[in-house]
């Protein structure tokens, strides 16, 4: 950390800045120049900044090292893939995740795991726990949703994401998923996310629609920290005051994302976009743009869906957007 | 326009508000429902909904036809291409613009053309008005900048872009480019673009940072009002919450206009990212969302560069960036 | 909801949109215009309007009423206030909230209750469950601290709020406090706003950092629709692209939440802006604008505060900012 | 400025970054740590940061001085105040400039002054030219509405404020005008600031809707480089994801400037929302949160107002908000 003086900081300013940093357990360099002291801490010690900040004569704070260590490139220099069986994420290989919203019936996930499967998606979606509808709607199956999807996994040789929502559904939920999806509203429940560090399996953490890529970083160390390292970061648009479309699917998260951490990077562009038409376009981008991943909504009765059927693809939008898939990560030297 | 009255709105207040749009100039429809009366405003007037929204009893006014009607799909259903030369910017074929920030020296915008036409690009960019570097900095080399740069497109047999900061220039820029940039400081300009709409060539218009698609598309109306419609529309970056780079390329622009209008849609990574290392993933994103071409700076020597060294590729940067695209298009059956 | 069609919609297209209008439950108003066909819908389902948008030839869909019907002034047009003892919230009275970030002691707590009290301060606040901060920081008392806070309040006389964070948590909570909070992260947690719905105490929501205005009137309906009317709305700050303070506390969020909702609105300067020096100021803006209340950090021995230290109100600020409190709202005929 | 390196920078990477800051005229201050080496540069050159950044082995590269000087407080720590004739702008009283936005005829412009005089307003405000409408709409009366202006001014005993749109309007307008206004969009119109400060009479420069504090007080310091330090600041409101209303007026920017800076704060609460019922509360907030002045429109007859009525106060109006806004400011030691 940095500590910039003001211009006409007195040596007693400087003095008290430096008695704080002191007994917050920092080493100290002093450089006087000729206008201003600037003073070096050196430590280990997670400060608010704000504290010093608003000391006298104090011109700013600077930190210097990022916050987040676990989730660094720095931390894994080799590169970092998933494994799951036979499957990588983060590797050479783009991982499609896809199926419904919802998980309505064990007809409705058979029909669509196979339907995805066979146009070369690796993992199955689907919700089984939907509490953000009205209270008259569809409220997701429960555990029974998680039965289905894993049936329907099995029988299609898939692999099975599904949405965690509190730390008590975490034990009921390994019986059944391969990874474990935390909600953008959940990005910031620390609770859960230092739980989800102390078991084994894959983690995808999404992004909220207010949160920094830099907050999102530090929501992982949550994760990491506990011992596993088996994270993913999901981009699934931020708010800004273009509002076309319900979010702005931030496409440029992936290459910083890309250079900051090894955690492979997914993105949701039916989330994203809240619109089917919107979806293979921007599933393109992402993908060009060096995403390891993308998980997106499918059905093939959208308009009986009684969870977010608009922004479902219809399974022939689907097998077309999988074929320009092929092609845009052929170009860039992957395949998916 | 449809004005919706509040639940409780009196006979009295309803007649207040048919009498405004009665005097407006629109034609009436009311609609006594149960709870509330709906008036539909029919006419050709344009108002500022504001003055309804204010008035007694009104619970909402909504326009109901799109403010930008020369620009929208509707007005040209069968499509639309630019075409300049050899040129047709808007169809199968997706365009690539690059060049230096500056035109520095005959030399140099030479070399660069001839760097970046070999490797597929047809439009050499360079700007000859640089007002926005402090008073000390390069400010351009003016209309001899002008002039090296249609040598050097003349030389490699390219078209020229470059960027129309006032009405006066007009003239004095058609003599040497082809394309007329229209800058993001100067996207609601409208003296400038009513001028524009009185010339035939080309422009392309680059959308504000705090610009709304909507602003954009209605921005370009002041240039097709004039009977010009050469015109095409450039994302360069709006300004969200998210600080890790200058601004964030709006990708889901790309599809939202491809849907709302017939003009073809440029994406500038090198804005709209600021640092070279993004350009290249955010360049290929911008492709895949369906861009009709793309506006990149390059220089063969960007440390030594007289305006924004950091965010020009270098050579063989360009080099592998154009491979990939080639790749890209191809898989969404265009060219390069 | 309105359903405007685009010029060129054809009969069979229309017929389709009024089928599935029909199907949905809703009264059809036909009116077909020189240029286009106006659908007016008219009924009480709740739709997702982007069913219709994806529709073939539907120009654009727009609902006319406000989804949000209980906290709307139509439904209170008289006004409202909550009435907790001899206290009014949402009355010509403001009513101001103070206290500690966090519970760290019954000291701690009863000491600052004494000096909030003192300057006019009718109601505790103080945090006892602090799940943010990493995991070997202060966790927060929990039952415990609420027990100081319940003992602070009643030795000095005042009500108590404090913020309630899982459902498990409501009925512990309510031997305690007067006034639940939910923080803004849980703004969406529909489960724990229905619970809430059911208890009859008086609950603070506050809007989510990323929230419209409208999706926070929604929220609160989860809360109203379980016949607890006693419900008001904290503004405490939103992600905008302007970084000098944690957030943009949005003021004008309370001028315009007074004109469509009956709900109290309360202002939380300290998180709003992060910083002790810019407390004040925007605390008196807040106020200005036609808050009905604050709410805010005060700690007698800031730099050793457990928790969000710089943000606390240094005691001779907070009895500043209440004379000038007082004078403002002396000039709006208000009182505190 | 501060380069910190990656922790596993070599010995020849960080010559490399040494090699290159000594070029660009720094003087050198290394520190090497136990896990990273950082290092000082000292000297008064202006750095694009991003040519750093992107050199191998660089982790982040800070800024340590504001790059603002002219404008930051510590060049005037004494404080400052713009004096003309017998008022002084940033002193202890709050000014208030009111008008029309458009002047639209010699009564119109007189009536509105006579009436705002009354009530306290010392600085009439009037557009001349309105080049934002359509094309048929209103343009302005040009120096005819400059000429009535004055008149009206000189009538009541007033100072005038107008928006200088290009350079070449400069010398006329000096010859009406006290006050010369650039508007949002020509915050960054540097050729225009550049000889703004080249003449004498006081400057109001308007942040722009995209633009942080800090791009705004560098455009400044392209008025004070010319010496001309009669320089203040208008907030007119932001673009967020907000869209209850046109802008979001940020508050938090008037002590944010005045902590950062000596210039004094105007606040335009007619902009900052666009319509008249939200004036009132955000221009008390505005003056509560310690604006120096506020720039408010007012109409006799907003109904039948050339331009942007919906926004302007009606005469009771502006009489009931100049009451309070006396109130308020006594409340905080100041008059109006």
Redesign the interface.
């Known amino acids: 950390m ?1 500590v ?1 003086m ?3 900081a007195t040596e007693e300013q400087i003095s008290h800045v430096i008695d704080r940093l002191t007994r917050l357990g920092f080493d100290i ?1 002093r ?1 006087t ?2 206008t ?1 002291t ?1 003073l ?1 801490a ?1 430590g280990n010690r ?1 400060v ?1 900044t ?2 010093l ?2 000391m006298d004569a104090v ?2 704070v ?1 930190r ?3 916050p987040y260590k676990l989730s660094s490139k ?1 931390f894994k ?1 080799e590169g970092f893939e998933i494994s799951m069986g036979d499957l990588q994420i983060g590797g050479p290989s783009v991982i499609i995740m896809a199926g419904p919203c919802a998980v309505e019936s064990r007809d409705q996930v058979d029909t669509i795991a196979g339907l995805v499967k066979e146009n070369g998606a690796k993992i199955l979606r689907g919700g089984a726990f939907k ?2 509808t ?2 008259y709607s569809f409220q997701g199956l429960g555990e029974e949703g998680l039965r289905y999807l894993r049936e329907a996994a099995d029988h299609h040789r898939m692999y099975v994401i599904s949405e965690v929502m ?1 730390i008590s559904q975490i034990p009921m939920m390994l019986e059944y998923v391969d990874i474990l999806q935390v909600g953008a ?1 959940n990005m ?4 859960l996310l ?1 739980e989800l560090g102390k078991q084994p399996k894959p983690v995808m953490l999404k992004r ?3 949160a ?3 907050e999102t970083l530090l929501s992982t160390e ?1 994760i990491l ?1 506990g011992g596993n390292h088996n994270v993913m970061i999901c981009e699934r648009g ?8 319900r979010y ?9 994302i ?2 900051l951490s090894y955690l492979p990077v997914i993105a949701d562009p039916s989330h ?7 979806v293979p ?2 599933a ?7 995403a390891d991943g993308l998980i997106l909504e499918v059905h093939h009765d959208p ?1 009986s869906a009684l969870c ?4 479902a693809l219809l399974p022939d939008q689907f097998a077309r957007l999988m ?6 990560v ?3 030297g992957r395949t998916i």
């Open positions: 940095i910039v003001e211009e006409k360099h450089s120049g000729v201003r600037i070096g050196v997670l608010d704000r504290e900040e608003l011109a700013e600077v210097i090292s990022t720095a220099p509490p953000r009205s209270p509190e509203r910031q429940n620390y609770n230092r909220g629609p207010a920094t890529i830099e949550y920290s931020i708010r800004t005051f273009e509002t076309s479309l702005t699917l931030d496409i440029s998260a992936i290459p910083v890309n250079k994203g976009t809240g619109r089917r038409d919107k376009p921007m393109r981008a992402a993908v060009a743009a060096g308009d977010d059927g608009p922004q074929v320009e898939l092929r092609g845009i052929a170009a860039m």
